[in-house]
């Protein structure tokens, strides 16, 4: 008995540890890495007696629900998708459990018969089981970490793709009552090994479907956010075009103003003369504007930051020439221009001497335009793989306004790029756009 103790011991430390590995790779975690570390192996040396009671149905039950629990304890992940990988790596530990029975149909696994003996046979068994299902959660998490960089959140739908997995843990049940009960020829452990490579085949086909269901359903919540602020944002600058529109009138109409003031400064109407020059004063027409282009939802944007900037203390300058961007929509100005100026925004605050640059201009003989956003920026935005860190708190939605500055440069089959001057200690977004009759 004690010899059995140390076996199961030895393999449920195993587990846990292979499980922290997986866990560790794919999630965000909640706590240091020896305290998680610590509470895997404290959970999964629970399961040692209930192993010794040589019961499948019971091994089974107990290694999913304390995969379940240390995985919600040690990983930020939601519930469904936590219920989702433990069975998942059940299935992939019990098949790998079935994998060595069927290839090596001659060792005394002590999984299957009722021994307390430990022997070569057992051993031999342990280094090949634990190294298939070592080896597979790690290839799926490897594969998972270069596809997306991070495991993203998972919904309801992945608990509906939960039955699957669960299903296959009751076909490996009846495999292992199989092998438990009749004695496997060789042709016979030929059929249980392909049938378990098929099983196993299936479960990794429905955690690749899991994964692009649940990255469609966020890239499409995203998709949703990116657009409504986008709408947002219209709607804002239409609000300022509105305004810069009334200036305009006011300015025109300025001289029917000094004719009525004219008309009232006889010495008689004072007061009737400060109260109608008061009402000129505070009319939202006379707050402080400037006029950077002609295209009135560009210029309102412009206008906008270069108010953000002084209230930010960064020195704002623009440089829009003529006839440039003059095909772009309302939504391209706002999702384009909005979304690069407050980047540079972010960047520039709190810098001394901070600036932003925003110039537009015509190349290729008036051919293309050339738009060129330069800030001030204390260090390299730059990641190593060529991504864009970010400064802001909201990191969950990080990377929208990136993608859709990409996403409006490809509309029009624009080039983009960005570099980070470390003398200068300065950040330039570089976007070029053939004008469309051109690329006709």
Not at 176 to 194: D, G, H, M, R
Not at 215 to 222: D, I, L, Q, S, T
Not at 305 to 317: K, L, M, P, R, T
Request: include cysteine; proline fraction near 2%.
């Amino acid at each position: 008995m004690d010899n059995s103790l140390t076996y199961y011991t030895v393999a449920s430390v195993i587990e846990a540890f292979i499980l922290w590995l997986y866990c560790n790779k794919l999630f965000k975690q909640r706590l240091n890495t020896p305290l998680s570390i610590l509470i895997a192996i404290i959970m999964h040396l629970l399961s040692a007696p209930v192993y010794m009671l040589h019961f499948p149905v019971l091994n089974i039950i107990s290694f999913i629900l304390i995969t379940y629990i240390v995985t919600i304890i040690i990983s930020d992940i939601s519930f469904f998708s936590a219920i989702f990988h433990s069975l998942m790596l059940t299935v992939v530990m019990g098949l790998s459990e079935l994998l060595v029975v069927g290839f090596v149909p001659n060792l005394y696994i002590l999984f299957f018969r009722e021994s307390s003996t430990i022997n070569n046979n057992t051993l031999l068994y342990v280094f090949l089981s634990k190294t298939i299902y070592l080896f597979i959660s790690q290839a799926v998490s490897t594969i998972l970490i270069k596809r997306k960089g991070s495991y993203p959140y998972s919904d309801r739908s992945t608990f509906f793709l939960s039955i699957i997995p669960a299903i296959s843990i009751i076909i490996m049940l009846c495999m292992s009552f199989i092998c438990i009960s009749i004695p496997l020829t060789s042709k016979v452990n030929a059929y249980i090994s392909v049938s378990i490579l098929l099983l196993l085949a299936i479960n990794m086909f429905t955690f690749y479907m899991q994964q692009i269901i649940v990255r469609k359903n966020n890239e499409n919540a995203r998709l949703l956010l990116e657009l409504q602020h986008e709408s947002d944002n219209v709607q804002y600058y239409n609000s300022l075009k509105d305004n810069y529109d009334k200036q305009r009138i006011l300015i025109h109409d300025i001289k029917e103003h000094l004719n009525t003031i004219a008309l009232l400064n006889d010495g008689k109407h004072t007061t009737e003369i400060s109260e109608y020059i008061s009402e000129l004063s505070d009319s939202d027409a006379l707050k402080a504007s400037r006029t950077y282009c002609k295209n009135p939802i560009f210029n309102a944007i412009l206008s906008r930051y270069a108010q953000i900037c002084e209230s930010e203390v960064i020195s704002f300058a623009a440089d829009i020439r003529y006839r440039t961007l003059d095909y772009f929509s309302a939504n391209d100005y706002a999702s384009l221009f909005g979304n690069m100026l407050d980047n540079a925004v972010a960047a520039a605050k709190g810098n001394p001497d901070a600036y932003i640059d925003c110039n537009v201009s015509l190349i290729q003989n008036g051919n293309a335009d050339l738009i060129c956003v330069i800030n001030s920026c204390a260090a390299n935005p730059i990641a190593l793989d060529g991504s864009l860190n970010t400064t802001k708190s909201d990191t969950v939605n990080h990377g929208l306004g990136t993608r859709s500055i990409k996403r409006i440069a490809d509309k029009y089959d624009g080039l983009t790029n960005y570099i980070y001057d470390e003398e200068k200690h300065c950040f330039k977004y570089v976007i070029v756009i053939q004008h469309p009759d051109i690329m006709q």
